[in-house]
């Protein structure tokens, strides 16, 4: 079913029920099901991340599917879709079965090749491609979800240009003949290239943790602090915006670790 764009801007709870009591209480029990489900995957998956912060890390197949299996999961729940199918029940029933399609093929790659495969990472077997083409479906649809029809088009254009791209007359063509287990493997199987590639690398064990204890600093007001302290002991020098910004990032960076934050 296509999903509008502008529907993803209406509540969570959104009843389709005639009687407004039961409207109400429809929306009460699904928003506080959705709601607890994201909030207990949100937990899980950053007391997951602490773990590995302050331990050693696990293999990076692992590290890597799991990280973009629980953004999946959280992102299909947090921004859900089939607004005109009712009752409100069924909305959930199939928003909590897209985020169990799109963490199976993580799942399958966790199963699989934590211990690289050569051969299979060379020449893929059925299973695998059907893995790697369900996880591209779903990463554009959970694009469009959460970034719009823009993103989402912009990722299916040009990953349906290497699948078909060498059918189109030159100069728009390339002229590559990939077939589509080469994809898999490029795109979907190995750690350099594709979805598991620098990417997901750096998002899992750099911006993750720096966006965590950045909010949490937030949240506890040390932000603020920070800011109010550079602010008053360099308020009146001559340059003081810049010294004040460069002292600031650096209170935060002594404790975050990371100085362009």
């Known amino acids: 079913m296509k999903e509008d764009s502008s529907e993803s801007e209406r509540p969570l709870t959104k009843s389709f029920s005639t009687d407004p ?16 489900l994201v909030v207990g995957l949100a937990v899980v998956w950053c007391l997951w991340q602490l773990w590995f912060a302050v ?26 879709g089939f607004r005109r199918i009712r009752p409100a029940w069924l909305r959930g029933v199939l928003d909590v079965a897209l985020a169990l399609v799109a963490v199976w093929p993580l799942a399958h790659l966790i199963a699989n090749f ?27 649809l959970v694009n469009w979800r959460v970034g719009g029809p823009p993103l ?30 080469q994809i898999i493997s490029g795109l979907y199987l190995k750690l350099d290239t594709g979805i598991l590639g620098v990417a997901t690398s750096a998002a899992a064990n750099l ?20 800011s109010n302290l ?21 209170g935060f960076a002594s404790i975050t670790g990371t100085g362009p934050a």
């Open 152 to 181: 989402a088009l912009t990722a299916a254009v040009f990953l349906a240009y290497m699948f078909y791209g060498s059918s189109l007359p030159t100069p728009w063509g390339h002229s590559g003949t990939y077939m589509t287990p």
């Open 21 to 36: 009591q039961l409207a109400k209480i429809e929306s009460e029990w699904m928003g506080s099901i959705r709601k607890a």
């Open 55 to 80: 331990t050693i890390p696990p293999a990076p197949v692992l590290f890597r599917s799991l990280h973009l299996a629980f953004g999946f999961a959280i992102a299909f729940l947090m921004y859900p």
């Open 114 to 140: 934590v211990r690289p495969d050569v051969v299979r990472l060379i020449m893929p077997e059925q299973i695998d491609v059907v893995a790697g083409l369900t996880i591209f479906a779903m990463i554009i």
């Open 230 to 250: 550079t602010t008053a002991a360099l308020g009146r020098l001559r340059g003081a915006p810049a010294k004040i910004a460069v002292v600031a990032s650096a």
């Open 207 to 226: 911006i993750f943790p720096v966006l965590f204890f950045g909010s949490t600093l937030i949240a506890y007001g040390a932000g603020d602090f920070l």
